[in-house]
Every structure is written in structure tokens, then in C-alpha cells.
């Protein structure tokens, strides 16, 4: 269930029927409000965009053969930064950010290299306590 604010009204948003709201799974694992009031569902299958001001949601899967899409398709956690880069975790597929002006994916994998990423399975994101002297973006794996 969704509360829209614009229509003053409970949404059921599931994957059944016809309704323009489907998910594209009901097993999801984050949410994310974005800024313009539109929501990002992160699914067993899939990330999903739901856009109130147009009354649409666009889905978005992980594509084997295309380097630019999400890497992996359960969406663990999903985070967007003070510069608009759009954070997507995976359950073992890596990190993967869509930086503000583009509309594709860029993917971090395991690597062993200091301050790589060292366990592909991101639970979760936060800010940073120190955001002003450090880094904003924390990490969960």
C-alpha cells in the first residue's frame, strides 16, 4: 500500500491484474522516495519507478548480455545522492550507479583492491554521520 499524497488516497501497487501500478514482483526489498515525490521499488525481479506526475512506472531488469543495465535482479537497497546519482545494491550482483545525466547503469564489482568493494551482496545504504568532512555515501555488505 501506497499513500498518495496528490490524490489524498491509499494504493495497492502489486504485480496482478491491469492496473498501470503493477510491480513488477510483490517480494520487494527497498524503497527509495525520491525528491520529485516519485517512488523507486526494489523487487525480487527488478527495480521499479513510480511516477505520480505521470501516472506511469517503468520497470528496469538486469539484461545477461548488456553491461549498461542493473547487473543482477533482486534490488536490495536503493539510495540517490546530493548530486542526483541514483545508488542500486544488488544480492550478489555488486553495486551499480546511474550517474544524474545519463539513463544507464555502471556496475562495481568484488575486487581486491584496497577500498573496493569485497562482498557483492549490499544490504543496505546510509548517509555518512561526518557528510560534511567525509564521505556521503556509506555502504552495507
Do not use: C
Not at 513488477?24 to 506526475?53: A, E, Q, R, V
Not at 512506472?57 to 542493473?70: F, V
Not at 536503493?78 to 556496475?107: C, M, P, Q
Amino acid at each position: 500500500m501506497v499513500f498518495n499524497h496528490t490524490k489524498n488516497n491509499l494504493q495497492r501497487i502489486d504485480q496482478y491484474g491491469t492496473d498501470p501500478f503493477r510491480v513488477s514482483n510483490n517480494m520487494i526489498k527497498s524503497l527509495w522516495k525520491d525528491n520529485d515525490g516519485s517512488i523507486w521499488i526494489g523487487t525480487l525481479t527488478g527495480l521499479d519507478h513510480l511516477n505520480y506526475k505521470t501516472d506511469s512506472i517503468t520497470h528496469l531488469y538486469s539484461e545477461q548480455d548488456n553491461e549498461y543495465a542493473l547487473s543482477q535482479k533482486t534490488i536490495s537497497s536503493i539510495f540517490r545522492d546530493k548530486e542526483s546519482n541514483l545508488w542500486v545494491g544488488t544480492h550478489r550482483g555488486g553495486l551499480n550507479i546511474s550517474y544524474a545525466k545519463l539513463s544507464f547503469f555502471k556496475t562495481f564489482r568484488l575486487s581486491p583492491k584496497k577500498g573496493a568493494l569485497h562482498y557483492e551482496d549490499i544490504k543496505t545504504f546510509g548517509k555518512h554521520p561526518m557528510e560534511k568532512s567525509g564521505p556521503e555515501l556509506m555502504v552495507a555488505v
